[in-house]
């Protein structure tokens, strides 16, 4: 009898603790928002504006729905009324990071630095924004700075090692790419870079038994199958491997979804068949790897090439003129890009940049350029009746 009146009162108090925990902590505050119908939850906010986590819950469903700029406010709200708030910035910087906007992006990502001076991931987040917008020297000092704090941050060395080896820098890359796997074995992402570098560097052993790996934990990624692809027809030594190659990359680019991947494997493919002398093949894998990153110069160059070893003359002129033409425009625009790097605060320079994008027809760039000039010295008379003339989109 004592026995079962012992465990009656252990249940109860057990009880008491969980209903204590839901009701009077900060997790069961967090429970019972999530729980609210929208309705009630905005009913909630307007009343309680003071409640962050009432805000940050709010941002979330309406960044599920697609309203960015809705969840963007909602997340900034949070930020502001809780620096410390580390869900509340990332989210917001997830909803910058759509409008293409990276100037704002990132001196949204400066603001959580200051909130969040020894946060690893924010540091961390701060130099892929960096890494996006081609900055790798930054990025490379921020991703080592970020490990510096937490030497377990598995993203900032992976982070650091995509840097790296866009650097060059192969060993220090691979060393990187090595500890991320150690610290998070089960990402098939860090698999893949780690994949990747070790081919780079040529040995194909060992990346094949990387992907094997990757494969076991995803085997129907199709990233895994792009990345086996490519190993395979970067190594193939037989007809046998090359149309396994063949296949396991035409598997992987009907069903990637992102561009810029379903891109990398279409121009692999291409350079497969043209290894083969399948020469109709391999433009029509170009051509699908242009459709899908229009002004790519290593594309251009290999689809000119395939044309003339087809014999035609008029197509390949053209395809190399227009490589030549993107090369230059490639050139000039790193050129002034440079100088802006080194004279950030010039509006002369940024006058120059929007005008250069818009003589190409990149409106969206151009836009921004013209805006970050006109910040810095708002008397442009003609810089702003130019910007209000150009077309809303860019041509393809």
Aim: proline share 4%; glycine share 4%.
């Amino acid at each position: 009898m004592k026995r079962v009146l012992l465990a009656f009162a252990i249940i109860l108090i057990g009880l008491g603790g969980l209903a204590t925990l839901l009701l009077c902590s900060d997790f069961g505050h967090r429970f019972w928002l999530h729980h609210l119908s929208l309705p009630s939850l905005l009913r909630y906010t307007i009343r309680h504006d003071d409640d962050p986590d009432a805000f940050v819950e709010l941002a979330a469903r309406m960044e599920a729905q697609g309203h960015d700029e809705e969840a963007f406010q909602d997340y900034i709200h949070a930020a502001k009324r809780q620096p410390t708030n580390e869900t509340a910035w990332f989210g917001a910087i997830r909803c910058a990071q759509r409008t293409r906007d990276m100037k704002n992006t990132l001196a949204l990502a400066q603001q959580m630095i200051e909130a969040l001076p020894r946060s690893s991931t924010a540091w961390s987040t701060l130099a892929k924004l960096y890494l996006q917008t081609g900055d790798r020297v930054k990025a490379i000092a921020v991703f080592r700075h970020a490990l510096s704090l937490n030497p377990h941050n598995a993203e900032a060395q992976y982070g650091l090692s995509k840097a790296l080896f866009q650097q060059g820098d192969l060993q220090h890359a691979l060393s990187s790419a090595q500890k991320a796997v150690a610290l998070s074995t089960n990402r098939v992402s860090y698999l893949l870079n780690l994949a990747t570098i070790l081919q780079q560097m040529g040995r194909f052993a060992e990346a094949k038994t990387v992907l094997q790996k990757a494969y076991h934990l995803s085997p129907h990624n199709p990233e895994v199958l792009a990345a086996e692809g490519t190993l395979l027809a970067t190594s193939s030594t037989s007809p046998t491997q090359q149309a396994t190659a063949i296949r396991l990359l035409k598997a992987a680019i009907e069903r990637l979804n992102d561009p810029v991947k379903a891109y990398s494997a279409s121009y692999q493919l291409g350079q497969l068949y043209l290894l083969m002398n399948k020469l109709p093949d391999a433009e029509q894998a170009f051509r699908q790897a242009l459709q899908l990153n229009p002004n790519d110069t290593q594309t251009l160059f290999a689809l000119g090439r395939t044309l003339a070893l087809e014999r035609k003359s008029a197509e390949s002129k053209a395809t190399l003129e227009r490589f030549y033409r993107e090369s230059q425009f490639r050139l000039k625009l790193s050129q002034l890009q440079m100088r802006i790097g080194r004279q950030p605060n010039s509006a002369l320079l940024w006058n120059r940049l929007a005008l250069f994008y818009a003589s190409h027809h990149h409106w969206a760039e151009a836009r921004l350029a013209a805006q970050r000039s006109l910040q810095l010295q708002p008397n442009q008379p003609q810089l702003r009746q130019k910007a209000k003339m150009w077309p809303a989109t860019t041509a393809p």
